[in-house]
């Protein structure tokens, strides 16, 4: 298994980036240990926000703020399936030290976790014939014939633990070559996902916390479009891998935000727990979307709606926004971005 890319000349300099956002990477945790103390907390979040956008790509349709509620143990109303697999996502993640990611039964066990409950084959190979299916009926790709899967997936983990190409290629190529065998019944997008991640950890551990999810979420248009132009008639996942190689950056880039813009407070619980409360995020959404709800800003912020609620007030009595018209029919105004 070894044709299944063709290289692109830009890859040389798209890896000479990331390698050099590894720094940047590094410095922004620095500042924020010194700011706030622990970075794991910053580390936890972006791994909250992975498993939120994983699981949303799918179809779940938990809030950002509830998916923090589930991992924290915090009771939430929401459809039970869709917290159960927040719950299995969330083991599947923290489980990442533990893989091989070039063994099939720790793919299965991973699957296992994530699918748990949700599933009738869940850590076991697919015994039936899967098709990728668009809205409108057309079939957009068929997996491998599930005789064929556990020998493929046998043969692509050999592949991978003997190929000299780079992590971030390797990385990209397995996680295509996984979307284009199927192996499960459900859960391969996740799936998929989370052992790109695993492959790039294994390189360099900072990325078991680097939110890629949360940029396919944002560019899930760009996502499915490169599967599909990788499939094509003879298998050839460039064009997935020069995408991924985008959203990697991009997620670095995600990375040195949030830690800029995360703080940590006292939420009124009586010990110090990490809450985002990225105000120059709240003023940059007001500012772009006037009529934006509080369920809304809970959503892109990944608060609760009372932090949210909390914060608003606060902004309201420092004179930096003000409501102009009813709870219904207003919109914001922003006074004061600094």
Known sequence: MS?????SPLWHEKIGGIHALLERVKISEERF?????????LRKLNRIMSVHASTAIEG??????????VTNG??????????????NAWQAYNGLDDYDPWSVDGL???????TSELIGESGAFRSVDVAVVRSDGVVMHRGASPESVPDLVAELFDWGRESPAHPLIKSSAVHFMLEHIHPFRDGNGRIGRLWQTLVLTKWNPIFAWMPIETLVHYNQGLYYKALQDSHGGDVDCRPFIDCMLDMIENSMYKYIDVATETVYADDGAGANEPINEPVKRILTLMKRYPQITYDE???QTGKSRSTILRVIRQLKEQQRIIRAGSNKTGHWEVLDEK
């Open 3 to 7: 044709n299944f890319y063709t290289e």
């Open 74 to 87: 915090v009771p939430v109303w929401g459809p039970p399936k869709d917290i159960k697999e927040v719950q």
């Open 33 to 41: 240990r010194e700011q706030n103390g622990d970075v794991l907390r």
């Open 60 to 69: 779940n349709r938990l809030t950002l703020g509830q998916v923090t509620d």
């Open 108 to 114: 299965l066990g991973a699957h296992e976790l994530m």
């Open 297 to 299: 800003l809970a959503d």
